[in-house]
């Protein structure tokens, strides 16, 4: 096992404060993100070619370039190509792992590529990303040995067990910080729903309820369209509210465009802060997101087969990305089981992955053993775990590489994860956990329920008693500027509740059970700026055109009566002084029932 060097930063908070330049040929443990690791690179007077996992990081960096001068030679499409990289006279580059070996490639010919040193930042993606992006990883390994010098540096360092091999040897160095931030992350497991939970939290937000802006890191523009979709149809929303930062490409532009209104799209990660901020992969990782008002999420739905990369991997990579916000590193994270938190023990877990391993080569081979038109090749591709796949033209290959990311996946959880393991339940835990230098402080927090007041936010029908339990509590319970905003929309969108609660108070809309019609009756009866006749009419709630028996209006009457205190005998005859009425009988299961038909009002009803 390789013997990691430990630098000390003394009492430095950047890199750039205690070092020049990065250590050459060595694999760099940061251990903390915004630590200046790039900034390092970029300000120097070194030739440097930086390698970053997106184009969104790339664009990222140089508006960052920007405001201090620099210009660097950025390669992506719609960059720099062949031409402009061969004829760039300043001393940065920087590129995507795809695109690094068409860079070195460059360098080698215009004949200085002795003269750069590369870095590779985000170099965890690396194994992250060989279970989906061979000919990224495959541009890297092949490029770095042939640079003057290099580094791998990141603030998630790779289990040397789960390393790549070809990156397994290379001297490992660790930055040792004074005082670091204990991580607080507050938690909550959900068993299904999780983009109702979304939903609902991104309209507090815009609504005021919650203090700050949203920024809430999730690996699917599919989610982000549904929740989306969801907020809008709560009708509480306005599209400057809403900030989508995921890759710019056609099929993103494609999902949102199909999901949703034509003034949502992709915003640049630097672009200007919303209320409500949603973020993919492509921002997970290098990104600078500045908002003191920025409180940060991750959602995550571990069952979504869509979702290549599980965000709860990441976490290390996640907090601290809104560089200034004033609320620190504090993270709330609503999540649904993965695969990886489980009760299996790393070695049973390696033994699954191992198996599964062995299926697809065994998959591969049978592909490959049939003929290009024939149905077995698709069932296969469908039916197999295709990380393990690699696709050249018409043959499948295997990905060896694959099983690296799953190992270094479920040891990541449980090395950053206070995971609970008692051989009945497996999931995240209060507790404290410490990883890579860095305390993880667990907390669990009141789950988020679709129902009542919740419910109505999402534009979806409520029950109201359950409306008014939710409207009690937040009366009851909460205080200062957020409960005025809560009780605010209420008084506008549930005025009746507003009324009852501050009138009639909490003990006698329980004991009315929370019946609409009984606490509206019970206001009646109460109001002192309403006619006796006014309020009897009210209470009835009778319509114009609809059938009612005599008997069931005397009946009603007679309740009525007592509510108000009216010391008179209630008769059918009574209903002559306030309605027009039409007598008809109806034969209802068999018999003749007398009843009338309201025709008109004989008083006025005021408001």
């Avoid at 660097?72 to 061969?86: I, L, T």
């Avoid at 965000?311 to 999540?335: A, E």
């Avoid at 909460?478 to 501050?502: C, H, T």
């Avoid at 309020?535 to 509510?563: F, H, N, P, Q, T």
Wanted: proline share 2%; glycine share 6%; aromatic share 10%.
């Amino acid at each position: 096992m390789l013997k990691e060097r430990i630098i000390d930063s003394g009492d430095c908070k950047y890199i750039g404060q205690f070092l020049k330049d990065l250590p050459d040929n060595v694999m760099l443990n940061k251990v903390t993100t915004g630590s200046g690791m790039t900034s390092v690179v970029l300000e120097n007077e070194i030739k440097y070619v930086l390698a970053v996992p997106f184009v969104s990081l790339i664009k990222n960096k140089q508006q960052w370039c920007r405001a201090r001068g620099i210009q660097p030679c950025a390669v992506f499409s719609g960059g720099a190509d062949e031409k402009d990289v061969k004829a760039f006279i300043g001393n940065k580059i920087i590129v995507t792992y795809d695109s690094l070996k068409k860079v070195t490639k460059w360098l080698a010919e215009r004949g200085d590529l002795l003269e750069w040193k590369l870095c590779v930042d985000e170099s965890h993606k690396m194994v992250d990303s060989a279970a989906f992006r061979y000919d990224a990883i495959e541009s890297v390994l092949d490029s770095y040995p042939k640079y003057k010098a290099f580094v791998f540096g990141t603030a998630t360092p790779v289990n040397n067990d789960y390393q790549l091999p070809a990156l397994r040897q290379i001297p490992r160095v660790k930055i040792q910080w004074a005082n670091l931030e204990t991580v607080k992350v507050n938690f909550c497991h959900y068993e299904n729903k999780i983009n109702d939970v979304g939903a609902v939290l991104a309209i507090d937000f815009i609504n005021g309820e919650r203090e700050g802006n949203a920024h809430i890191f999730i690996n699917s523009v599919k989610s982000i369209t549904d929740i989306v979709r969801k907020i809008l149809k709560g009708g509480v929303v306005k599209h400057e509210d809403i900030r989508i930062v995921c890759a710019d490409n056609v099929e993103n532009e494609n999902l949102i465009g199909m999901a949703l209104s034509k003034e949502y799209f992709i915003s640049p990660v630097g672009s200007e802060v919303k209320k409500v901020n949603f973020y993919t992969s492509t921002a997970f990782e290098g990104c600078d997101i500045y908002d003191e008002e920025g409180k940060s999420f991750i959602l995550t739905d571990g069952r979504k087969d869509f979702t290549k990369i599980d965000i709860v991997t990441v976490l290390p990579q996640i907090i601290g990305r809104v560089r200034n916000s004033k609320y620190g590193n504090t993270i709330d994270l609503l999540f649904t089981k993965n695969k990886y938190i489980c009760d299996m023990t790393e070695e049973e877990f390696k033994k699954k992955v191992l198996k599964d391993l062995s299926v697809a080569r065994r998959d591969v081979i049978s592909f490959n053993s049939f003929s290009k038109d024939s149905h077995l090749r698709e069932m296969i591709l469908s039916s197999s775990d295709t990380e393990y796949f690699i696709i050249d033209g018409n043959q499948l290959l295997i990905n060896e590489n694959a099983k690296y990311n799953e190992m270094n996946n479920f040891s990541t959880i449980n090395n950053t994860y206070y995971v609970s393991k008692d051989g009945t339940k497996s999931t995240i835990i209060n507790g404290v956990k410490s990883f890579n230098g860095i305390e993880y402080k667990y907390r669990g927090m009141e789950r988020v329920i679709i129902k009542g007041l919740n419910k109505a936010k999402l534009g979806r029908g409520a029950s109201f008693k359950d409306l008014c339990i939710d409207s009690i509590a937040v009366f009851n319970g909460e205080s200062g500027l957020l409960r005025s905003a809560k009780v605010v929309g209420i008084k506008n969108k549930f005025p009746l509740i507003y009324q009852a609660f501050y009138q009639l108070g909490t003990e006698k809309m329980k004991a009315l059970r929370y019946r609409e019609k009984a606490i509206k009756s019970a206001l009646l009866n109460i109001s002192n700026e309403l006619t006796c006749s006014v309020k009897i009419v009210k209470m009835l709630d009778l319509r114009i055109g609809v059938w009612y028996s005599v008997a069931d209006m005397k009946s009603k009457l007679i309740v009525i009566y007592k509510e108000l205190n009216i010391n008179q005998k209630a008769t059918s005859k009574d209903l002559y002084k306030w309605f027009n009425l039409s007598s008809t009988f109806r034969r209802i299961n068999g018999k003749s029932v007398s009843g009338v038909v309201v025709t008109g009002f004989k008083i006025k009803l005021t408001n």
